[in-house]
Every structure is written in structure tokens, then in C-alpha cells.
């Protein structure tokens, strides 16, 4: 990685839309000193969201089958009765099969987006002592999740090979699929090679917008990356 960033405007005119999808793939600091002169966050959002579409309803089987699974053998083993269950297995059933799980499955990830995008402000403005408006971080919170939107496709034909969700490129690749529920497998399936690119991608669009080193903004995108990790690692192994 790169520990200088080009910060200067760029000349020309601006990259039309497949150019910037291509360019955020293999030239990112160029590619986000156009959206750090244009940055509009509408045209990412209109792509994650129909990928995200697609992904519900190829991948809605499996998502479904494997929640039933979960939840049975969670209620299982905290004694729960079997009425209790059945009727617990069909609410859920009904809640997945119809259309609000589709809407849901594009809602959320917006509003992950949001949340990403208000707590890298907050790190750049205040911790690194940037200047950077929502609407540049959150441009560059959208384009740079294309990556992992990608990566979402990219899992759908061994998802529905394996009729499985447990499908990744992570260290948690290496445990059994019975570990699933501990913090340890949590954690390492975070510590996913998408997501390592992702932040390597993300933090060269921040430090263009800052007009900082990639490093120095490496550092925090990674800081906060890893407490997510460890936070949400320990969450679901609480919950599951």
C-alpha cells in the first residue's frame, strides 16, 4: 500500500460510471480524486442495493433453511418445548418468505453504510484532525463497498452448491462448521481477504477526501475495523 495518496484535482473530465466501478477496483486514488471533485453517493447505492436484490432472491432458500436450523437447535439446547418451537420455526418461516425480507435485506445495508460513514467522519474530523463534509465520506463509504458487493456474488454459486451460508474466504475457513457459535470462529471469519481489500481500498478514498497519508488513515479504518471485529465476535456468541 501506497503511504502517499494523490490529493490533487484531477484534470479532465469526470469518469463515467463503468469507468468508476473499474477505476475503484484498480486505481482507486485516482479514481476517488474524481469523486472527491464529483462525489455522488446515488449511483453506488441504486448498484448495492440491486446486487443485493438479486442476492435475496437467488440465495433466499438457503438463507432460510439454515436460520430454521439454527434456531431450532438453539431452542433445543435451552429446553425450549416443541409447540414453542413449531410455532417459533413458523413465524420465522413466514417473516423470510415474504416480501418484507427482500426490502429488509437492502434497508440494512444502507443504513450500515450510514453508520460507517457518520463513525469514519467522526475519526478524520476529530481523532486525525481532518475536514472532510458526510457527503464526500459517505461517496466514498458507497463506491468502496462495492467490493464487498462483488464478493457477495462471488460467494453465490458455492452458496447454493453447498446450500450452505458457512462459504467464505476467511481464516474460519480452517474450523469446523460445529464452532460456528464461538467467538474465536467469529472472529477469525472477519479476518476475510475481501475485507483486508476492502480496507486497503477504503482507507486510499479517505485519505484522498482528507488529503492525508494512506497510512495514517490505514491505521484508524483498521483500529475500527478490529473492534467491530472483536464487539460483534462477542455479541454473537452471546446470542447464538
Known amino acids: 500500500m501506497n503511504t502517499e495518496t494523490v490529493v490533487e484535482k484531477p484534470a479532465g473530465e469526470s469518469l463515467n460510471v463503468l469507468q468508476t466501478i473499474i477505476g475503484v477496483f484498480t486505481s482507486p ?44 437447535k438453539t431452542m433445543m439446547e435451552r429446553g425450549v418445548d416443541q409447540e414453542k418451537i413449531d410455532q417459533t420455526l413458523e413465524s420465522t418461516q413466514k417473516f423470510m418468505s415474504g416480501p418484507f425480507m427482500k426490502v429488509w435485506g437492502v434497508v440494512v445495508p444502507m443504513i450500515i453504510l450510514v453508520i ?68 474465536l470462529y467469529q472472529l477469525l471469519a472477519k479476518i476475510d481477504l475481501f475485507y483486508i481489500w476492502w480496507i486497503a481500498v477504503y482507507s486510499i478514498g479517505l485519505a484522498v477526501i482528507y488529503k492525508m497519508k494512506t497510512q495514517k488513515v490505514a491505521v484508524a479504518v483498521t483500529a475500527v475495523y478490529a473492534t467491530y471485529a472483536v464487539v460483534a465476535s462477542a455479541l454473537a456468541g452471546l446470542f447464538s
Do not use: C, H
Not at 474524481?34 to 448498484?47: G, K, Q, Y
Not at 460513514?117 to 484532525?129: D, K, P, R, S, T
Open 116 to 183: 460507517i460513514a457518520g463513525v469514519m467522519m467522526f475519526v478524520g474530523n476529530v481523532i486525525l484532525g481532518g475536514k472532510a463534509t458526510f457527503k464526500k465520506v459517505f461517496a466514498v463509504t458507497a463506491w468502496s463497498w462495492l467490493i464487498l458487493s462483488v464478493y457477495g456474488l462471488i460467494l453465490l454459486p458455492l452458496i447454493l452448491a453447498k446450500e450452505t451460508m458457512l462459504v467464505n474466504f476467511s481464516l474460519a475457513t480452517f474450523m469446523s462448521d460445529e464452532a460456528r457459535t464461538t467467538f
Open 29 to 72: 486514488a485516482k479514481t476517488f480524486a474524481r469523486i472527491d471533485a464529483n462525489p455522488n453517493w446515488i449511483i453506488p447505492l441504486v448498484i448495492i442495493a440491486a446486487i443485493n436484490l438479486v442476492f435475496m432472491f437467488v440465495a433466499g432458500e438457503v438463507i432460510l433453511n439454515e436460520t430454521l436450523q439454527q434456531q431450532e
